[in-house]
């Protein structure tokens, strides 16, 4: 799956073949508070979301309730949620706009770890 998508990324492609199967990510969800300008030049915003550097800005993955968000910035998970070693297939860190929300609605909907739907490669045809 990686491997696949990173092949699309190095061709050039943005958008995922129209003809393409929704992808399936095993992915490690935390949350962020912090507010400020994200890597993409965006203001924090709801919807957001800081993601493992293969993903390109733009991406938008989606939860099993159809909530997405969109990879607008970019943090440490990678470094502290190695994949590899952790078994998962990328690292999504939800901007929530307070604690209590992140954990009501981050972690308490989504838990830690979960299986996310592929949307969107980068910013598509945006």
Same mark, same amino acid.
């Given at each position: ?18 003809? @393409? ?8 969800? $935390?949350?962020? $508070?912090?507010?400020?300008? %994200? @890597? ?8 957001? @979301? ?6 390109? %800005? ?57 299986? %996310? ?10």
């Amino acid at each position: 799956m990686r491997a696949l998508l990173g092949a699309l990324l190095a061709f050039g492609l943005t958008a995922l073949p129209a003809n @393409a199967q929704e992808e399936t990510l095993r992915v490690r969800v $935390t949350f962020y $508070t912090l507010r400020g300008t %994200m @890597a993409s030049g965006v203001y924090t915003r709801k919807d957001a @979301a800081a993601c493992s550097d293969w993903l390109p %800005m733009g991406t938008q993955l989606m939860f099993h309730d159809g909530y997405t968000v969109t990879c607008l910035d970019r943090g440490l998970g990678d470094l502290i949620w190695n994949a590899r070693r952790t078994g998962h297939d990328a690292w999504v860190d939800v901007w929530a706009p307070s604690y209590s929300w992140g954990i009501r609605y981050v972690e308490g909907d989504y838990g830690t770890t979960t299986h %996310m739907t592929l949307v969107r490669w980068g910013w598509g045809d945006e």
